[in-house]
DNA sequence: GAGAGACTACTCGGATACAGTCTGTCCGAGTAAATCCGG
DNA sequence: CCGGATTTACTCGGACAGACTGTATCCGAGTAGTCTCTC
């Protein structure tokens, strides 16, 4: 069980956009440069961010994306469910119901108790995901780690929008 | 991004070797008729199972699997991992690296930020996994849901050992 | 009756096949800004 | 100099292909009990 690569691709882009100046716009190329992705495939990424509502787009010379929302109000759980889909990460296909010694016509009292501990480990996860927002993310990476890294990407971006 | 079918069919094997009489073992044949499954391709979950140590097997006839350790030191997360592997759902291919305006000779002073997110995130699913053993789940199964069909089952299971 | 050999039922592992998803590419349609051209 | 037409640069969406993984089946090798046969 693996997350796709597509969402590594669309945290960082999100990481990217939340520090843009407001109302501009940061193309796909620019974003595929600085992350050394395949352009096309990239967009497919973004374009699933875009359908969840989370950036926005514009066309002609000029546009690309930003973000939809502040900052604060995008967590990682958005873009990782936006890119993965919101289905459960643990499918219960009810195999109890093919037992041989089931009573016939017995009703299923309510989820199987299996599929309910490993809900409930889904739900830990995305509670940590929905924990973080794209704002303490700028926030750590402005204070704890890399700042000549971050800062150099910030001009480097300023110089394209 | 799913966890396959056969972390399923590990968790209602597990559960059901829980609840075997001490030093007797159950075929693979007699796991997939109870659950409804194809008994080649359940064995592979199975064999998984008897790799990572948490099961052990008998050839011969009355031959088949049984735990290998008590139940209550087997946890939800021992299985998955035993079926899905130990790999973190979360793969960091450090894009950073890719920056063109990364300065030369740059060196990362620790893990991608947004890796340490994602990492801490999977982490608490694991913990909460962890946290469920295989004998907590048969008290459960016991007491609180479908009394009637896990008696029958037992029942079942307890003519063919 | 006892021991050796054959038989049976099972696990284990490899080979194979098919479908679906992931990854990646290509191209045409549509759109908004910039540019150009005619009045 | 101004307004409309053209060009340009981008997004969007679909089509397509290759690689990989998940799902599933089949079969032969090996093993531990059981049965049979011979002495």
């Known amino acids: 069980m693996q997350l796709k690569n ?3 691709w669309a945290l960082h882009c999100c990481a990217i956009l939340a520090g843009l100046p407001d109302g501009r716009y940061l193309a796909t190329k620019d ?3 600085l992350h050394g992705t395949p352009k096309e495939y990239l967009s497919k990424a ?3 961010l875009s359908a969840a509502g989370l950036v926005a787009s514009t066309l002609g010379p000029s546009g690309g994306y ?3 929302r502040p900052a604060a ?3 990682f759980l958005d873009i990782v469910e936006a890119v993965e889909g919101r289905q459960r990460t643990f499918i219960c296909t009810e195999i109890r119901a093919n037992s041989p010694c089931r009573p016939a016509g017995f009703c299923d009292t309510g989820p199987c108790t299996i599929a309910r501990v490993m809900w409930a480990a889904d739900q830990a996860w ?3 995901l929905a924990a973080t927002s794209l704002a303490q993310l700028s926030h750590m990476l402005d204070a704890e780690l890399d700042p000549d890294l971050w800062a150099a990407t910030g001009r480097w ?3 394209r929008v």
Chains 1, 2 share one sequence.
Do not use: P
């Open 126 to 128: 995305r509670d940590h």
């Open 31 to 33: 974003l595929a440069e």
């Open 6 to 8: 597509q969402v590594e």
């Open 46 to 48: 973004l374009q699933a």
């Open 73 to 75: 109000e995008i967590s």
């Open 157 to 159: 971006v300023a110089q």
């Open 66 to 68: 930003r973000l939809a």
